[in-house]
């Protein structure tokens, strides 16, 4: 179960170079179960063609070749009261306009007027035209009236030229959409302990052993849990990310300083996460000055405790989760890496794949569990794997109470 299951939405579409982006907006909003509606602007069409939305949606796609007078236009209209949220992806500094002064000349805007729900804007547009007063304006004017209107990103744009206004990552909009909705507060009895990042271990004063990891997989956990109601503890090695405002956060360096905290944290916890790419070895000997010369070196390491290991033979009575990057049989490495640290549930995934795993922005996880169950989860954005990670927490434990109580 995703938290977007029988979530009724409107993707609006509007006409700008990036309403290809749209395409996988759309993938990504009904692989977590969200029912979704396709309604393109006039000069939209001019960039994708309904068929690729039709497609997608499994809906026919809404377009000004609608009769506005028709009863499928009026169903349409009360679809729009209905849904829980409309989405304008890319929205154009002209729906920004309209949608600010109430203006209603074409499907889309006539939509936006009779929306109940979360209204979200991911505006995409030239970086001086997003800078103009008047689209400033209006987005004060929307942001006002509880509107979401996501930044724009920096980058290079369409035009070629660099700046800010590009649409951001679906990644991004997942998220902004989860947190404008009326969340679901399924974890409001839970406190989350998760780790992410990788760990710092010093060799001299200025040089360490470390890993690839991104921290991005624990960040997108612990917005996700914070989202749904958690009270949320991140211990986290060195990141580029701001961790969530409603988490509690606590910076670590190196895998003994994440042990501390970790073993601290998790008496209280009722789920913990280990998302962490804790380094394997550190230096046996830390040089207290910086190591200097050109001749061959070698440096004697030793193992860090295994900190997930430790949290699971401690039975706190928290749902303890682990991660596992592996490169080959995953499945088996798996099964053996979960009974091996007497974990509850681990979360696979294959690192030797472009473009998931490490740093990466989407992933394709693999879900085995201590009774016996696996579930491979299809390929996503990470905000989506977190969500799809707690709802299996939350059902393999009331299973497992379940099996217990009979
Ligand atoms: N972990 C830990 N403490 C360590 C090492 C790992 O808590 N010293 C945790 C990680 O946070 C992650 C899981 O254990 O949840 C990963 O297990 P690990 O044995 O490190 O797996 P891999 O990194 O995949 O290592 P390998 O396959 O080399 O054993």
Known sequence: MSTLDGRELILGVTGSIAAYKAVYLLRELTRLGARVTVCLSEHARQFVGPLTFR??????VLTDLFDPQSDEAVEHVALAERAHAVLVAPATANVLAKAAHGIADDFLTTLLLAAR???????AMDGGMWEHPAVAANVATLR????????PETGELASGLGGRGRFPEVDRVVEALLGALVPVRDLGSERVLITAG???????PVRYISNRS????????ATAAARRGARVTLVSGPTT?????AAVFVPV???EEMREAVLHHAREATIVIKAAAVADYRAKRLSPTKIKGKQDLTLELTPNPDILREVAARRTGAFVVGFAAETHDVAANARAKLEAKGIDLLVA???SRAGIGFDADENEVLLIDRWGGSRALPRMSKAAVADAILSAILALRAASAARVGR
């Open 55 to 60: 497609t997608l949606s499994g809906r026919p």
């Open 144 to 151: 006002q009236r509880g509107v979401t209107v996501l930044e």
């Open 198 to 204: 990788p760990t710092r271990e010093p060799i001299d």
């Open 349 to 351: 995934n294959d690192v």
């Open 253 to 255: 360096q190196t895998a």
């Open 241 to 245: 990310i701001a961790p969530p405002p």
């Open 214 to 221: 991104s921290g991005k997989m624990g960040y997108a956990l």
């Open 117 to 123: 729900g979360a209204v979200l804007m991911v505006p």
